[in-house]
Structure formats: structure tokens, C-alpha cells
């Protein structure tokens, strides 16, 4: 099994309807992340968690919210799905930085959304 | 802000001959990292460089960090078709910030043909 799991891999939408993406990990790591990635602008942080009772947005967290239900689980939800979100969403998770301060991240292997 | 400028964002070349990617900032980062994303999978760590001057091998791909910690190269040596993938650096803020914020770069999408 992999060690951060993404569930839908795929999914398509309506705009309006309510959407949550899942992500799980084995890792053990305390710090869990999502991003979005779209063609010509990267990887942008929406959200980022540093343990269950630690919560921060990201750089474009407006239109997204999150739940940490347990150290191992980190879910997106989209409430009210418009088309701008179409995109790759990928969850992520880090263990605590070493002393190079190095921040590494284990990714899962995305989930594409579509909102028509 | 810090942002990390790649280039060339497309290059699509031959077996067989080398190439180099650039990942500059007008920005310091404590550490940089390359990663490389395969078509539907998510992006899977290269190598991390930490030292300014500091350069790194796994096997053809040579890594090097900037003296001053603002830019890094990757050069990969007689590119294989399994080459093929989005490169990805990724900066952490001088330590003392915000290290889990890596700012990302937008990619150097790389075609190796056969």
C-alpha cells in the first residue's frame, strides 16, 4: 500500500455541489499538507496541518476548508464546487524538519477534480 | 513572497545527449529540494542540498546549490527515456521562519525521446 493514500483518484462535478477530497497516511508523520496543482502556475498551498488540534491556510485556502480527523487522516472539502477549481489536488505529509531544517514531503498520487 | 524561477519549463531532447535545469531566486533558503512527477503520481524527492557550494550526485543527475543559496542546477549526464518527468525545485525559508512553507517552483516539464 502506499504510504499516503488520495481518495477519489478522479472525480468530475457540478458546480454548486459539495466535494471532499481524502487523504490517509501510514508515514506516522505529524504534519500533513494540501496542495493544488495547475498547468503553468506549480504547486500552491491550500492548507496545512501541524498536528489533530493544528490548523493554518495556505496561499489560496479561500473556497476550501479542511478536517484532521486523526493523525493520519487529512480531508478537502470544496463546499460549494465552482469550475476554477478544476485542478490536481495532492495531499502531503512531513515528519518534523532535521536540523538542515530540511521540510520533506511524501505526496500522494493526486486526485484530479473537474467542476463543470 | 520568495519565488523560485525554473527554466526552461519545456525541454524535449534525445537519448543520450545532457542537459541542465535552473531553479534561481533573488531569495536566501536554508535548504532546496528536487523533486520529479511522473504522469499521474505526485512529485517523489530527488535530493535535498542544504551547504552553500554543496553538490550532489544520484547517479547521472548532479545537483549543485548555489553559493550564496539562491539558485541550484540539476545536470543530468546522457538522459535515459525513464528521465522523462516534471522537475521540481522546492525552497525552504532561512531557518528561524517558516520551514514547512516550501515555496515551489512551476517546473521544468522533460521529454527524452528514444
Known amino acids: 500500500d502506499a504510504d499516503v493514500t488520495q481518495t477519489p483518484r478522479n472525480r468530475i462535478t457540478k458546480t454548486g455541489k459539495r466535494i471532499m477530497l481524502e487523504c490517509s497516511q501510514t508515514?506516522?508523520?505529524?504534519?500533513m499538507y494540501w496542495y493544488r496543482q495547475d498547468p503553468g502556475l506549480g504547486l500552491r498551498l491550500i492548507y496545512y496541518?501541524?498536528?489533530?488540534?493544528?490548523?493554518n491556510k495556505g496561499e489560496i485556502s479561500d473556497g476550501y476548508s479542511v478536517s484532521r480527523q486523526a493523525q493520519a487522516k487529512f480531508s478537502l472539502s470544496l463546499e460549494s464546487a465552482i469550475p476554477n477549481q478544476t485542478a490536481l489536488y495532492f495531499c502531503?505529509?512531513?515528519?518534523?524538519?532535521?536540523?538542515?531544517?530540511?521540510?520533506?514531503?511524501?505526496f500522494g498520487a493526486g486526485s484530479r477534480l473537474t467542476v463543470l | 513572497t520568495q519565488l523560485l524561477e525554473q527554466s526552461p519549463q519545456f525541454l524535449s531532447i534525445q537519448e543520450g545527449e545532457n542537459l541542465t535545469v535552473y531553479c534561481n531566486s533573488s531569495?536566501?533558503?536554508?535548504?532546496l529540494q528536487w523533486y520529479r512527477q511522473e504522469p499521474g503520481e505526485g512529485p517523489v524527492l530527488l535530493v535535498t542540498?542544504?551547504?552553500?557550494?554543496e553538490v550532489k550526485k544520484l547517479k547521472r543527475l548532479t545537483f549543485q546549490f548555489g553559493d550564496a543559496r539562491k539558485d541550484s542546477s540539476l545536470h543530468i549526464t546522457a538522459a535515459q527515456p525513464g528521465d522523462t518527468g516534471l522537475y521540481l525545485c522546492?525552497?525552504?525559508?532561512?531557518?528561524?521562519?517558516?520551514?514547512?512553507?516550501?515555496?515551489f517552483g512551476k517546473g521544468t516539464l522533460l521529454t527524452v525521446n528514444p
Open positions: 531569495s536566501v533558503f536554508s535548504s
Open positions: 542540498v542544504v551547504t552553500g557550494g
Open positions: 508515514k506516522g508523520h505529524d504534519r
Open positions: 502531503a505529509t512531513s515528519d518534523h524538519p532535521g536540523a538542515s531544517g530540511a521540510n520533506v514531503l511524501t
Open positions: 522546492a525552497g525552504a525559508p532561512v531557518f528561524g521562519g517558516s520551514n514547512y512553507k516550501l515555496t
Open positions: 496541518s501541524f498536528d489533530v488540534k493544528d490548523i
